[in-house]
């Protein structure tokens, strides 16, 4: 059964910072990656989505890398700003008979003060 | 382009009550699914649909059920109603499934149960 850990569970910075968000998951069988974000009472926005046959994806000032045999993803945010404050989740969509569903990790809080 | 629509977005219901929540895809895009956020659980995978079919269920009990029109929109139908059903029910679409298929979510219908 996959399971999908972010950490750390919650993070506040200052405006300005460079920072990595982490996700590691248990089962390497993926078809991929995906990074979201979610504000308050809202849905999720797609940030990034990357293949298991890929090692990173860059949108922005955001980077994501996966490195599938370790099972661990991570998302980098340069110069972050108030408005990247946030819920970030990963989710891994998994190969083979239950390829249909997103496994989602618990999410990361990010609080970038100005 | 429309996102993905869900409606409606806030809604109280009475315990024992039944509720049908309904789901827009993106113009396009045949595989839907559904999924329960809630504080403690996070998000949990409901069900997906694609041309009309159920092709996988998450671990929900059978009071949980949906199902998919010829236009590829979606309901999903929770009976007799539990107060632990008060949750965030996001739906989400994309074009079909597989490793490049970026998979996009509608704000949600915040149900709560009284």
């Known amino acids: 059964k996959q399971e999908v850990t972010q950490i750390p569970a919650a993070l506040s910075v200052p405006e300005g910072e460079n920072l990595v968000l982490n996700c590691s998951f248990t089962d390497s069988a993926i078809y991929n990656l995906q990074w979201f974000r979610q504000d308050p009472g809202k849905g999720l926005t797609s940030l990034l989505l990357i293949q298991s046959s890929q090692r990173e994806q860059t949108s922005g000032r955001l980077n994501a890398s996966l490195d599938k045999s370790s099972g661990r993803s991570t998302l980098y945010i340069a110069a972050s700003q108030p408005g990247d404050s946030a819920t970030y989740l990963c989710a891994v969509l998994n190969s083979g008979g239950s390829n249909y569903k997103l496994t989602f990790g618990k999410g990361t809080l990010l609080t970038v003060n100005p | 382009k429309a996102g993905v629509t869900q409606t409606p977005r806030y809604l109280i219901k009475t315990r024992g009550q039944q509720v049908t929540l309904s789901c827009s895809p993106i113009?396009?895009?045949?595989?839907v699914s559904w999924y329960q956020q809630t504080p403690g659980q996070g998000l949990q995978f409901l069900f997906e649909?694609?041309?009309?079919?159920?092709?996988n269920k998450g671990n929900f009990p059978g009071r949980f059920s949906g199902r998919q029109f010829s236009n590829s929109r979606s309901e999903m139908n929770v009976s007799t109603l539990e107060l632990g059903d008060s949750a965030l029910y996001l739906c989400?679409?994309?074009?079909?499934?597989?490793?490049?298929?970026?998979?996009?979510f509608g704000e949600g219908s915040w149900l709560t149960v009284v």
């Open positions: 113009s396009g895009h045949r595989s």
């Open positions: 989400a679409s994309s074009l079909q499934t597989g490793a490049g298929n970026t998979i996009y």
């Open positions: 649909y694609f041309s009309e079919t159920q092709r």
